[in-house]
């Protein structure tokens, strides 16, 4: 169950026959820059993917899969399951030289999957749609209470002593800005992080 889900693109690229792998992952290892990276799932992941050959060394990838995903609670850093289910389509070219598989961004914005090994290893790319879908952040309880600010006390477990209230609003301004944000304040677009939006 934990073996990388890997499909055999060999006979559609000899004979343009559709390719097809289908199973379940514990766990995606995977390498992002150079390091290995794993990502792990708390109950199987099943996931179905088809490839179809197009023109030339391109093929269209469909799919679904169904991870399950570990985060912390925005406030209050308890686990919290979050269920996914991903829809794949995403074009493929095949490039002899490419030593791993990786996505490119195509000029009309859409992403390409480019490998050079036929029996290609989806690890990668699984666990990159995976992360994209996964939201930013999530709170284990709408009514989550969060943590005392002084002493780290769980708020949901009861009152501490320093109950001079922190605001919620203040707490979620700590919480949740993302890592590396001085990035998001270079673009154009930051401020409408700013807009109202409902909540999914
Ligand atoms: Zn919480
Ligand atoms: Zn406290």
Do not use: W
């Given at each position: 169950?934990?073996?990388?889900?890997?499909?055999?693109?060999?006979?559609?690229?000899?004979?343009?026959?559709?390719?097809?792998?289908?199973?379940?992952?514990?766990?995606?290892?995977?390498?992002?820059g150079g390091q290995?990276?794993?990502?792990?799932?708390?109950?199987?992941?099943?996931?179905?993917?088809?490839?179809?050959?197009?023109?030339?060394?391109?093929?269209?990838?469909?799919?679904?899969?169904?991870?399950?995903?570990?985060?912390?609670?925005?406030?209050?850093?308890?686990?919290?399951?979050?269920?996914?289910?991903?829809?794949?389509?995403?074009?493929?070219?095949?490039?002899?030289?490419?030593?791993?598989?990786?996505?490119?961004?195509?000029?009309?914005?859409?992403?390409?999957?480019?490998?050079?090994?036929?029996?290609?290893?989806?690890?990668?790319?699984?666990?990159?749609?995976?992360?994209?879908?996964?939201?930013?952040?999530?709170?284990?309880?709408?009514?989550?209470?969060?943590?005392?600010?002084?002493c780290g006390h769980d708020l949901n477990?009861?009152?501490?002593?320093?109950?001079?209230?922190?605001?919620?609003?203040?707490?979620?301004?700590?919480?949740?800005?993302?890592?590396?944000?001085?990035?998001?304040?270079?673009?154009?677009?930051?401020?409408?992080?700013?807009?109202?939006?409902?909540?999914?």
């Open positions: 169950m934990s073996d990388s889900p890997l499909i055999h693109l060999g006979s559609l690229m000899r004979s343009s026959e559709d390719a097809h792998a289908e199973g379940q992952l514990d766990r995606l290892n995977y390498e992002q290995p990276q794993t990502l792990t799932f708390p109950e199987p992941a099943p996931y179905e993917i088809s490839v179809n050959p197009l023109s030339g060394n391109e093929m269209y990838l469909q799919g679904s899969f169904e991870p399950t995903v570990m985060m912390d609670c925005a406030r209050c850093l308890r686990d919290v399951e979050v269920p996914l289910s991903l829809t794949l389509g995403t074009l493929m070219r095949y490039e002899p030289s490419a030593d791993a598989p990786y996505l490119e961004e195509a000029e009309t914005g859409e992403e390409v999957l480019v490998f050079g090994d036929p029996t290609l290893d989806l690890s990668g790319y699984l666990a990159e749609m995976t992360l994209m879908a996964a939201p930013l952040s999530v709170l284990h309880d709408p009514e989550c209470k969060g943590l005392c600010q002084v477990d009861g009152p501490c002593e320093h109950m001079a209230a922190v605001p919620v609003e203040e707490i979620d301004d700590d919480l949740g800005v993302p890592h590396g944000s001085g990035h998001a304040k270079q673009n154009p677009f930051a401020g409408l992080r700013d807009l109202n939006l409902p909540e999914e």
